[in-house]
C-alpha cells in the first residue's frame, strides 16, 4: 500500500518560491508514475505537473511551465514539487499522487492520493 503525506505548504508573496514534497511511508515508489494536482477554491481539481517512473521523463499544465519542477528521489522515497515565481492564482491545495500504470501520467486516474497541502499566494 502506498500512502502518501504531502509537506511544505503555506504563505508566500507573489513572486516567490515554495518547495514541496511527497514522501511514501508505505510501499517504494520507485515503479509509480507520481503527480501534483491542485484544487483552487471553488475550482475543480487540475494537473499540475507528473514525472514518469523509470527514465523519469516529465510533463506540465501550460500554466505552470518553466515556473514549477517536478523531481523525484526514488532512495529517500519522495518527489518533489519546485514552484517559482508564484502567483495568487498558484493558490490552492496541492495534492501528490501515486499509479503504476504506465499510462495514467497527466490525467485523474491516479490509484493512490495524499491528503493535501495548502498553498496561499498573497498579491
Known amino acids: 500500500q502506498v500512502q502518501l503525506v504531502e509537506s511544505g505548504g503555506g504563505l508566500v508573496q507573489a513572486g516567490g518560491s515554495l518547495r514541496l514534497s511527497c514522501t511514501s511511508s508505505g510501499r517504494t515508489i520507485s515503479g509509480y508514475n507520481m503527480g501534483w494536482f491542485r484544487r483552487a477554491p471553488g475550482k475543480e481539481r487540475e494537473f499540475v505537473a507528473a514525472?514518469?517512473?523509470?527514465?523519469?521523463?516529465?510533463v506540465y499544465a501550460d500554466s505552470v511551465k518553466g515556473r514549477f519542477t517536478i523531481s523525484r528521489d526514488n532512495a529517500k522515497n519522495s518527489v518533489d514539487l519546485q514552484m517559482n515565481s508564484l502567483k495568487p492564482d498558484d493558490t490552492a491545495v496541492y495534492y501528490c499522487a501515486a499509479d503504476p500504470r504506465w499510462d495514467v501520467l497527466a490525467n485523474q486516474r491516479y490509484t493512490f492520493w495524499g491528503q493535501g497541502t495548502q498553498v496561499s499566494v498573497s498579491s
Open positions: 514525472i514518469r517512473w523509470g527514465l523519469g521523463s516529465t
